[in-house]
């Protein structure tokens, strides 16, 4: 089972819908969780932190269950720049001996049509 | 501040030549991370450090090198490139490793022909 699971899309959605994606981890452990946004040709970019409580930053509102073992993203109102990949990141456990951190989903693609 | 800064931008190696991908952070950040990403792919760790002078292999480490002799600097060498070593280069650092997201420099894309 790979370590966090993604649907690579592409999701096309016209601009001003509501689009919603899942990502699924499998340490069950794991500890801190993030959606990352990278563009084309670009480096990822930290979109925000996932709490257990579920936040939200303007549009965009990210919810963890643990027990099911997922993260979601939801963006209302998309906007044409909106457009790009959406990183699910996982942290698993710090083992103490080592410290090689996040763990990367392959991203969704995400395409907002006008 | 600039974050993270890595240099070059792009380079196209032939087969068999060394080069070196600079990467410096200027946010005192022990953590720093070597990461390449291949087209359609997710991002895979090739070396990690968690502060100067200590170094670790990550996922992929066979064909490269690393050292971290100051907080700043995280170079990756390549030694007799190949190419399956094309591919995005990407340097990041944290504040941390638990709780905190990381920054990521802009990339080097690498040909090897």
């Known amino acids: 089972r790979k370590e966090v699971e993604q649907d690579p899309g592409p999701f096309n959605v016209p601009e001003g819908a509501t689009v919603a994606f899942n990502c699924t981890y499998s340490?069950?452990?794991?500890?801190?969780f993030f959606w990352y946004r990278q563009d084309c040709r670009k480096e990822p970019k930290l979109l925000m932190s996932?709490?257990?409580s579920g936040n939200e930053d303007g549009r965009f509102t990210a919810q963890l269950n643990r027990a099911s073992q997922y993260i979601s993203l939801l963006i209302r109102d998309s906007k044409l720049s909106d457009s790009a990949t959406y990183l699910c990141v996982v942290n698993p456990p710090y083992s103490g001996g080592g410290a090689d951190g996040l763990t990367f989903g392959k991203g969704t693609h995400l395409i907002i049509q006008p | 501040n600039a974050g993270v800064t890595q240099t070059p931008k792009f380079r196209i190696l032939k087969i068999g030549q060394s080069m070196t991908l600079q990467c410096a952070q200027d946010?005192?950040?022990?953590?720093m991370y070597w990461y390449r990403q291949d087209p359609g792919m997710g991002l895979k760790l090739i070396y990690y450090s968690v502060g100067a002078g200590i170094t670790d292999k990550g996922e992929v480490p066979n064909g490269y090198n690393v050292s971290r002799s100051t907080t700043e600097d995280f170079p990756l060498r390549l030694e007799l490139a190949a190419p399956s070593q094309t591919s995005v280069y990407f340097c990041?650092?944290?504040?941390?490793?638990?709780?905190?997201?990381?920054?990521f420099g802009s990339g080097t894309r690498l040909t090897v022909v």
């Open positions: 946010m005192n950040h022990n953590y």
């Open positions: 990041a650092s944290s504040y941390a490793v638990v709780g905190y997201g990381y920054t």
């Open positions: 340490n069950s452990a794991s500890q801190s």
């Open positions: 996932v709490y257990s």
